[in-house]
């Protein structure tokens, strides 16, 4: 099953309802204006219908309805890609509206749009209205009842499609602005070229910079460096002949203070220290002199990029990734310039379209004979004797991301008559066996859990009744199946019967549903047959009913 359970609160003229579900075939019935359709109206709103303010009872400030379902595969994976969470294997929705018409609504406790709502219930419900036939007249339904039911996967067709429209863009576009974009390519190959020949690297400009001022300060550096020497080991009183003397009184003491020499120690070695610092200052100054013609070399590479950065408006160490920019830029535009090329790519595209395409047809081919003749079969059960189903299909003028042909469902209603447009079925009772036709056919291999009719068996009755019944039985033996009808024969069918009855609870006209036991289901379905007034022929009508 998957329904679970369903509360309604202030919903319409129900006051308060809460009513658990069974699986197998349900049946609701009740007298004209009881609201025989209100717990379907309350499921469409709870799973993101419109929040409409005339939903609300009157006289009160909110509506509303919540139920809860079980989890199956397809609507736990949805969960996940939603971050949300399972509740013991079940899922609970809540949705509210206000006076104001402000609907809020909930999945597991977490507020949740309209939108997600709707996802949600596309993988739970599966309903059909007595007006199902109109939905049978638009192009994308009768496509998708034909893929589904042949488990047709449109993936690479849509793929295929939408490469082969990027495709033609990308050429139009080129064909479009080739003029702007020869004239950008002019432009970046003379910036380009300005700067290859100057040639920046990464890092360049930091290290001349360094450079450079290394070398315009080298007589202070080097003298800085002597100075430093020269304090440290080389003046008649320098820093590492006090350390040493330092280090010598400590000593000379240590046998009388133990701790003295550690700290002798310690002077010895920032003796050693000083002595190596001096060194390599010394170094530093034989080694270093001045260069005035590297000096010069670095003056004028510096002032190419100088020169650049003035002229580009940026600074100098912007220069390497403008040069980046610039070359992929010309790289992209050289890529859409080359019309040859972009056509040649429209023709691949087209012609893995038209290949995927044509495996689709071959699966609609073979796949419209047999809902043909199984929507056929369905059809001469529900009375329709000699009535004939087909699936015609159009080529389009040119393949759409749902393949190369429209799909049209055509229908005759006896024998004699050629096959028409769903639509132009005369008899509206005529429409209303196709549509259940259809929707049993299709149905059966669908994915939602639960499915309802409402009042789809209008315009039938008798021993096409007892058929329409017997087919939602059928259905209800691997799926949960919820049906409004005034057709006792119908009712009989069914595995479990939920009454809706109206009545007058003081501040208005209220409704409830009551599930019934086999005594009350007798009467009900003896007040189906015969009226309000229920007599023993009719009562015996009803046990008849129920026992075949």
């Known amino acids: 099953m998957s329904l679970r359970h369903i509360t309604l609160k202030d919903f319409v003229i129900v006051r308060q309802l809460e009513l658990d579900l069974n699986d197998g075939f349900t049946v609701l019935t009740g007298e004209t204006g009881a609201g025989k359709s209100i717990l379907i109206d ?147 190959s003379w910036h380009i070229s300005e700067l290859e020949k ?72 920032a003796c050693d220290l000083v002595a190596d610092t001096a060194r390599e200052l010394h170094a530093y100054t034989r080694r270093t002199e001045a260069d005035p013609a590297r000096l010069a070399e670095l003056d004028q590479r510096m002032a190419n990029w100088l020169a650049l950065a003035k002229r580009h408006h940026c600074s100098p160490s912007d220069l390497p990734g403008m040069l980046s920019t610039w070359q992929s830029e010309l790289a992209e535009l050289t890529a859409q310039a080359d019309l040859a090329l972009l056509a040649g790519r429209v023709t691949a595209c087209r012609q893995q379209l038209d290949q995927n395409c044509k495996k689709i047809s071959a699966l609609r081919q073979i796949n419209k004979e047999k809902l043909a003749t199984e929507v056929t079969q369905f059809m001469r059960q529900l009375g329709m004797v000699g009535g004939r189903f087909e699936v015609q299909l159009t080529p389009l003028a040119e393949p759409q991301r749902h393949g190369a042909e429209s799909v049209e469902f055509l229908v005759a209603g006896h024998a004699g008559v050629e096959p028409r447009l769903v639509g132009k079925v005369a008899s509206g009772g005529e429409l209303s066996r196709i549509s259940l036709a259809i929707a049993v056919t299709t149905s059966q291999l669908g994915g939602c859990p639960t499915l309802i009719f409402d009042e789809v068996d209008a315009g039938v009755g008798g021993a096409v009744a007892h058929t329409v019944g017997q087919l939602m039985a059928q259905l209800g033996q691997s799926r949960q199946v919820l049906a409004v009808t005034h057709l006792p024969q119908v009712a009989a069918c069914s595995h479990h019967h939920l009454c809706v009855s109206k009545f007058d609870s003081g501040d208005g006209v209220a409704s409830e549903v009551t599930p019934l036991t086999p005594e009350t289901r007798v009467q009900e379905l003896a007040r189906m047959l015969g009226g309000p007034t229920i007599t023993p022929t009719t009562l015996a009508h009803a046990r008849e009913l129920l026992s075949a």
């Open 42 to 188: 309350a499921l469409q709103f709870a799973l993101g219908g419109k929040a409409d303010t005339g939903l609300i009872r009157s006289g009160q400030s909110k509506t509303e309805v919540t139920a809860e379902f079980d989890v199956t595969p397809g609507v736990a994976a949805w969960l996940t890609g939603q971050d949300l969470e399972a509740n013991d294997g079940a899922v609970l929705v809540r949705r509210t509206v206000d006076l104001q018409a402000r609907g809020r609504g909930w999945i597991n406790g977490t507020a949740a749009t309209a939108g997600q709502l709707r996802e949600l219930g596309g993988l739970l419900l599966d309903i059909h209205g007595q007006h199902a036939w109109q939905a049978l007249m638009r192009p994308d339904t009768t496509r998708a009842l034909l893929d589904g039911y042949g488990q047709i996967d449109l993936t690479s067709v849509n793929t295929s499609w939408r490469e082969w429209k990027t495709a033609q863009e990308a050429l139009a576009a080129a064909n479009t602005h080739a003029a702007q974009h020869e004239a950008r390519r002019e432009k970046l």
């Open 198 to 269: 100057l040639a920046p690297g990464a890092r360049e400009w930091e290290d001349l910079s360094a450079e450079h001022a290394r070398l315009s300060h080298v007589h202070e550096l080097t003298e800085s460096a002597s100075v430093a020497a020269e304090t440290l080991s080389d003046a008649d009183v320098n820093a590492a002949a006090l350390i040493t003397r330092a280090s010598q009184n400590l000593a000379g003491k240590s046998h009388l203070e133990p701790q003295f020499a550690q700290l002798a120690e310690a002077l010895n070695q």
